[in-house]
């Protein structure tokens, strides 16, 4: 059994009789030990430390309420109430501040964004689903770094919810979801994307009239299809490069997944892609007038809402509230869906009757006229070399060669229906080929893990979350169960023994641990400080530097790393300078922020604003009450940071405490700063908190905190 406890849903204490709840962790012996016997031998946290484990791999930072009542239930029943948890969601929340701001004449950016991200991050209760769509935002990439996207802030929030949405879904609904997202089509390219268009040029011959095509122009100024989504959508979302097996390994060879003529096929089927028109919706309260001129399945044939960019709301001179088909799932527009035909319904590369005219053929002398590369009816999609499906066999109409010409103006709606079948089918057939192909099983396993738990997995470990994802008794490619699989698996719970175990922590993410595990809070309980985090941390949600993410997966750092044959993609964005200005930031996000114009680590320390304005209102705290909690003995407070924050993992040990001396490792030193080289401060309670803070950046910005096992 892989990926799902043999227990079930049974309940602990019912467990409990059959082996003993306290007995069942790394060491028990009836389960075999990680990979070893017949099942994941982890079922409940046996100490703090490893529920904070569990906590900060599954969570944006362990927090002690969920310390403790993780003690009081098993890994999966939190799992499971994870599941539960109603998503929080961007979107809703930005219209709504949006009304507010533009009819005070101030424009939403997406630095209102990114306080929501920081904000949902620290606090929200539905931790596994945030966190889940934060790693699916760096595999399934959209960036408001390009495509103009930057001035889309709704857009941009929408795609964020989409990802939440769907991370506790099945990943055949994300890459349907994401082909036919707005933000993705606008980002790749793939929005109004149109078929490679020929229009035949007609010669009459003989008595009765006769017709040949004697040649033939372009329309859509010769332009081919798009390929930028085609590409990217196999080589990043589904398949990758290369066949693997289940545990990521390359076959041999290695054999591509796919070629060149792949990507052109793929090209094909990603067009005809445009925004609805759905006529005037109400967000937020505000109505949003759009007349679309048409009615039923006649909207899909409108050129007219083809090229249209759906409105935006102006209020006083702003416009940042959008109009929902500006970020709605694309629909088909036939007129402008590869169907192998020219503009006139003649199947390429040849001539069959069709109309206008009817008794049209192709002269000898037009078919080396017909433009290289034209293409013909059929779209094989053809995976390392085989040929697994091919589009024109999913048409729900007429065989293909008989189907109506969907470019033409006098449709009824019986056969425009046709055409849009003909056009939504192409695309369901093309996502269900990358998603049924057995690559995407581990390549999507395979980065999930490194997301959570480890840059380095096992191929077992690989493989068996990839079964997981397969299927394995269940539905494939279910979300739940392959994060479940991923956090579950013994791999993950084991103490890790290997030093290539774990990963190293993204910068951006050290900043949200430390706010989550001590409850910071934002002052005016909407804004976190940090609007352009790129800046310090060298990340920004949903703002990737390119469709490849901040790293890639299969990055690793020269030198040792390298030489080791590991992978350390978080490497690719960590250096001297990207570190030194990390640990600034974090010196300057921990100890502001209290009011003021100064800051709580040198200076008077200041309370928070109760008002929400003023003087670092806009930034985010940790209140002064979450210090004042902490607990009052030394020896205790190191723990209490260590556990938090690293898992119980600190180096050293406190043998001579109260002593300054004798002391060892990075708990030795942080103990001696605390009790003799702050001793200065004095002995106040202001003076007491800010030596916490100060432990708090010490841990933050130091190597053992970097690597998070």
């Known amino acids: 059994m892989i990926g799902k406890d043999w227990w079930g849903a049974r309940p602990l204490a019912a467990f409990a009789l059959c082996v003993g709840a306290t007995t069942a962790h790394a060491q028990d012996p009836i389960f075999g030990g990680p990979g ?12 703090d430390a490893e529920a904070a484990r569990f906590l900060n791999q599954a969570t944006f930072g362990a927090t002690r309420a969920e310390i403790d009542a993780l003690r009081q239930q098993s890994f999966e029943t939190w799992i499971d109430t994870q599941f539960a948890a109603p998503a929080t969601l961007a979107r809703p929340f930005l219209e709504q501040l949006a009304t507010t701001e533009n009819l005070a004449g101030r424009a939403l950016d997406q630095a209102q964004r990114v306080h929501r991200w920081f904000g949902t991050a620290a606090t929200a209760p539905d931790q596994l689903r945030q966190k889940l769509a934060y790693a699916l935002s760096q595999i399934v990439v959209v960036s408001d770094q390009d495509a103009a996207l930057n001035d889309e802030t709704i857009m941009m929030a929408e795609w964020n919810d989409l990802l939440v949405r769907n991370a506790f879904g099945n990943y055949r609904t994300l890459l349907s979801e994401a082909t036919r997202s707005p933000m993705m089509g606008r980002y790749l390219t793939s929005l109004r994307n149109r078929k490679f268009e020929l229009d035949p040029v007609f010669t009459q011959t003989g008595t009765p009239p006769a017709f040949t095509i004697s040649s033939y122009g372009t329309q859509n100024s010769g332009t081919q299809p798009d390929e930028n989504y085609a590409r990217e959508v196999m080589q990043l979302f589904s398949v990758g490069l290369v066949m693997r097996n289940l545990d990521f390994s390359p076959l041999p060879g290695p054999v591509a997944t796919y070629n060149q003529q792949m990507i052109t096929t793929m090209a094909r089927v990603f067009t005809g892609l445009g925004h609805a028109c759905s006529g005037t919706r109400l967000v937020a309260g505000q109505p949003i007038l759009r007349n679309c001129n048409c009615v039923g399945v006649a909207c899909n044939f409108s050129t007219t809402n083809f090229f249209a960019t759906p409105p935006r709301l102006t209020v006083t001179g702003q416009d940042d509230v959008a109009h929902p088909d500006r970020y709605e799932p694309l629909v088909c527009y036939p007129r402008y869906h590869d169907t192998g035909r020219d503009i006139d319904g003649f199947q390429l590369p040849g001539a069959s009757p069709g109309t206008p005219p009817v008794n049209a053929t192709l002269s000898p002398a037009a078919s080396a006229m017909i433009p290289a590369g034209t293409p013909s009816d059929d ?7 085989a040929v697994l499906s091919t589009i024109a066999e999913i048409n729900s109409g007429a065989p293909r060669d008989q189907a109506v010409n969907c470019q033409s103006g006098a449709l009824n ?3 425009r229906q046709q055409c849009l079948d003909y056009c939504d089918q192409s695309l369901a057939n093309a996502v269900d080929v990358l998603f049924a192909e057995p690559n995407t099983a581990a390549m999507v396993a395979r980065q999930l893990i ?6 380095n997995p096992s191929p077992a470990y690989i493989e068996r979350v990839a079964r997981v994802f397969d299927g394995n008794g269940g539905a494939r490619g279910d979300l739940r ?3 479940k699989a991923v956090l579950l698996d013994a791999e993950a719970r084991a103490e890790p023994a290997s030093p290539s175990a774990g990963r190293v922590r993204e910068p951006m993410l050290k900043l949200v641990h430390v706010w989550r595990s001590f409850g910071a809070v934002a002052a005016d309980g909407r804004r976190w400080g940090v609007p352009n985090p790129e800046r310090a941390y060298f990340q920004r949600p949903l703002g990737a530097p390119s469709v490849f993410n901040f790293y890639e997966p299969d990055y690793r750092q020269p030198g040792a790393i390298e030489t080791a044959g590991l992978y350390s993609p978080e490497f690719q964005i960590i250096n001297e300078n990207t570190s030194t200005q990390t640990a600034n930031d974090l010196f300057t996000r921990i100890c ?4 003021g114009g100064g800051n709580n680590c040198s200076g008077a320390f200041v309370q928070p604003p109760s008002t929400g304005t003023g003087t670092n209102s806009d930034r985010a705290y940790i209140p002064p009450a979450v210090l004042d909690a902490l607990p009052a003995d030394p020896v205790a407070l190191v723990e209490e940071l260590n556990l938090r924050l690293m898992d119980g993992r600190m180096s050293g040990a406190l043998p001579n405490a109260p002593s300054c001396s004798g002391n060892s490792g990075m708990k030795g030193t942080l103990y001696n700063l605390l009790q003799c080289g702050l001793s200065a401060l004095g002995t106040s309670t202001d003076a007491r908190r800010r030596r916490i803070l100060y432990l708090i950046h010490l841990i ?7 690597a998070q096992r």
């Open 481 to 483: 169960a392959t994060i």
């Open 36 to 47: 070893g016997g017949f099942e994941n031998e982890y079922l409940i946290a046996q100490s």
């Open 592 to 595: 502001t922020a209290y009011g």
């Open 700 to 706: 933050a910005i130091s190597p053992d905190y970097a």
């Open 379 to 385: 779209k094989a999609l053809t995976l390392a070399g």
């Open 413 to 415: 709606d019986t056969q």
């Open 450 to 455: 490194q997301r959570f738990v480890t840059s």
